[in-house]
């Protein structure tokens, strides 16, 4: 479990009574994002996941007063529907929607041998359980006149080619057309649109998906990082989503903000 490190004081917290979904938020970026906003002074951190028995538990380490759990399904368009409807009925209004939930291609494949099931299946959580949460999170946000902060996670993998898992890739470049459109369309509601685009890191996804243990995982992620000295970590990702959902980026929509310790620069 993520532990409390915030030192902030009440009259420095800048999400103060805010309400805030997090979808994939019982592991990994989404637990310790749940965890930043909850000390950033959220009234409320929604966390939407289908690991029901990891989401009670963060939630309520995080405080049942400020932290609750919802079974949601992101490629199942109820689901999210319901997540966001419950949460305003319960608490007045949304004022985030931090869109993490999202898996990781299960083979290596290449164009060549793509497997067109296996596509869909990670195409139905990676692309349309993201714009399903972003197009009713936006519903809410222009129905309740809330100026709100829509915040959607990429990957490096979305913004260059890569030599396999060509469907994880693909998904990842839909996520930044999918903010960017939302980004122009809802500017006229005061409701900004931001990508976060972390390089590989370790969470309980990436172990899981690679079969090794984190230590490994995390040696092998140490080569895509030009910054050396620094290991990429769930909350420095989540501090970067508190950045974009933040007044301190106010006028900032439209944006891919690239946790990547410089992988991307150059285009490489």
Same mark, same amino acid.
């Given at each position: 479990?993520?532990?409390?490190?915030?030192?902030?004081?009440?009259?420095?917290?800048?999400?103060?009574?805010?309400?805030?979904?997090?979808?994939?938020?019982?592991?990994?970026?989404?637990?310790?994002?749940?965890?930043?906003?909850?000390?950033?002074?959220?009234?409320?951190?929604?966390?939407?996941?289908?690991?029901?028995?990891?989401?009670?538990?963060?939630?309520?380490?995080?405080?049942?007063?400020?932290?609750?759990?919802?079974?949601?399904?992101?490629?199942?368009?109820?689901?999210?529907?319901?997540?966001?409807?419950?949460?305003?009925?319960?608490?007045?209004?949304?004022?985030?929607?931090?869109?993490?939930?999202?898996?990781?291609?299960?083979?290596?494949?290449?164009?060549?041998?793509?497997?067109?099931?296996?596509?869909?299946?990670?195409?139905?959580?990676?692309?349309?359980?993201?714009?399903?949460?972003?197009?009713?999170?936006?519903? =809410?946000?222009?129905?309740?006149?809330?100026? $709100?902060?829509? &915040?959607?996670?990429? +990957?490096?993998? @979305?913004? %260059?080619?890569? !030599?396999?898992?060509?469907?994880?890739?693909?998904?990842?470049?839909?996520?930044?057309?999918?903010?960017?459109? =939302?980004?122009?369309?809802?500017?006229?509601? $005061?409701?900004? &649109?931001?990508?976060? +685009?972390?390089? @590989?890191? %370790?969470?309980? !996804?990436?172990?899981?998906?690679?079969?090794?243990?984190?230590?490994?995982?995390?040696?092998?992620?140490?080569?895509?990082?030009?910054?050396?000295?620094?290991?990429?970590?769930?909350?420095?990702?989540?501090?970067?989503?508190?950045?974009?959902?933040?007044?301190?980026?106010?006028?900032?929509?439209?944006?891919?903000?690239?946790?990547?310790?410089?992988?991307?620069?150059?285009?490489?």
């Amino acid at each position: 479990m993520a532990e409390s490190t915030s030192t902030a004081t009440s009259s420095a917290l800048r999400l103060q009574g805010k309400v805030a979904i997090v979808t994939g938020g019982a592991s990994g970026i989404g637990e310790a994002t749940a965890w930043v906003f909850a000390e950033e002074g959220a009234r409320m951190v929604v966390i939407g996941d289908i690991q029901d028995e990891l989401g009670k538990e963060v939630a309520a380490s995080v405080g049942r007063h400020r932290c609750s759990y919802v079974h949601c399904d992101v490629a199942e368009e109820d689901e999210v529907q319901r997540l966001v409807e419950s949460t305003v009925k319960e608490y007045g209004q949304l004022d985030i929607m931090f869109s993490n939930a999202g898996t990781a291609s299960p083979s290596m494949q290449t164009v060549t041998e793509l497997d067109m099931s296996q596509l869909d299946r990670l195409f139905a959580v990676n692309v349309r359980g993201m714009a399903a949460c972003v197009k009713h999170a936006a519903r =809410a946000m222009v129905e309740g006149r809330v100026r $709100g902060s829509i &915040v959607c996670t990429g +990957s490096v993998a @979305g913004s %260059v080619g890569s !030599l396999s898992r060509t469907d994880y890739t693909m998904s990842k470049h839909a996520v930044l057309g999918l903010m960017r459109s =939302a980004s122009m369309q809802l500017a006229e509601h $005061g409701i900004r &649109v931001n990508s976060v +685009s972390p390089n @590989g890191l %370790v969470t309980p !996804l990436t172990c899981k998906m690679s079969g090794v243990r984190e230590e490994e995982v995390r040696e092998a992620y140490r080569k895509y990082a030009r910054l050396q000295g620094v290991v990429l970590t769930p909350k420095m990702v989540a501090d970067a989503v508190l950045f974009l959902v933040s007044d301190e980026s106010a006028f900032v929509t439209g944006l891919d903000l690239k946790v990547d310790g410089g992988f991307t620069y150059g285009g490489q």
